[in-house]
């Protein structure tokens, strides 16, 4: 099956950038979907098809992939963007076909 | 606006079975695949499978089968997903999820939570 490998949790300060990484074999190759979960909320997609971003998904919020590895950037980071975010892949070939990463806690300090 | 909403939280004994449902509103039912996808206590997300309410095919991932059943009524505009030979493992919230043929999960319902404990 495939894998998707994102650090367990990224710190920030306010007002910086985030970056949250997520690694996969040659997932340059796949369209890379980000998803954005608040405690005790549903998951809310922020960036799909590697770059795009939802409308009602602020600008601060952009996404990159190349290689083995696609990343998920926050700028000017608040408190309000604390959270849980996942990427996700799909891959026809393996089972399962959808691949969500662990996970990356976002911690605004 | 597009809404999918789930049916409240069970409780059921390990063996017993599960049926959520998730009504849909706001777009062509048909249009859209709706996904189930689910999440452990404290854990990450889990994909369980697709039904296709245009044509009612289902796949599911290879963990599942022979274990659950994605079905639908279109006059209701409702998916279902049922889990049967339940045991503690599968204590989470489940999600379904439109998504279109290809591409990102639009829509997320709010998730039901099941737990299984004797």
């Known amino acids: 099956s495939y894998v998707l490998t994102q650090p367990p949790s990224v710190s920030v300060a306010p007002g910086k950038t985030a970056r949250i990484t997520c690694g996969g074999n040659?997932?340059?190759?796949?369209?890379v979907h980000w998803y954005q979960q608040k405690s005790g909320q549903a998951p809310v997609l922020v960036i799909y098809?590697?770059?795009d971003r939802p409308s009602r998904i602020p600008e601060r919020f952009s996404g990159s992939n190349s290689g083995n590895t696609a990343t998920l950037t926050i700028s000017r980071v608040g408190a309000g963007d604390e959270a849980d975010y996942y990427c996700?892949?799909?891959?026809?070939?393996?089972?399962?076909?959808?691949?969500f990463g662990g996970g990356t806690k976002l911690t605004v300090l | 606006q597009v809404q999918l909403v789930q049916s409240g939280a069970e409780v059921e004994s390990p063996g017993a079975s599960v049926k959520v449902s998730c009504q849909a509103s706001?777009?062509?039912?048909?249009?859209?695949?709706v996904h189930w996808v689910r999440q452990a206590p404290g854990q990450g997300l889990e994909w369980i499978g697709w039904l296709n309410p245009n044509t009612g095919a289902t796949d599911y991932a290879r963990k599942f089968r022979g274990r659950v059943t994605m079905t639908r009524d279109s006059s209701i505009k409702t998916a279902f997903m049922e889990l049967s030979s339940l045991r503690p493992a599968d204590t989470a919230v489940y999600y379904c999820?439109?998504?279109?043929?290809?591409?990102?999960?639009?829509?997320w319902g709010p998730g039901t939570l099941v737990t299984v404990s004797s």
């Open positions: 999820v439109r998504r279109p043929k290809t591409g990102p999960y639009d829509y």
């Open positions: 098809d590697d770059d």
């Open positions: 706001g777009y062509r039912f048909t249009d859209f695949y």
């Open positions: 996700q892949v799909w891959d026809g070939s393996s089972d399962p076909h959808v691949v």
């Open positions: 040659n997932i340059g190759s796949k369209s």
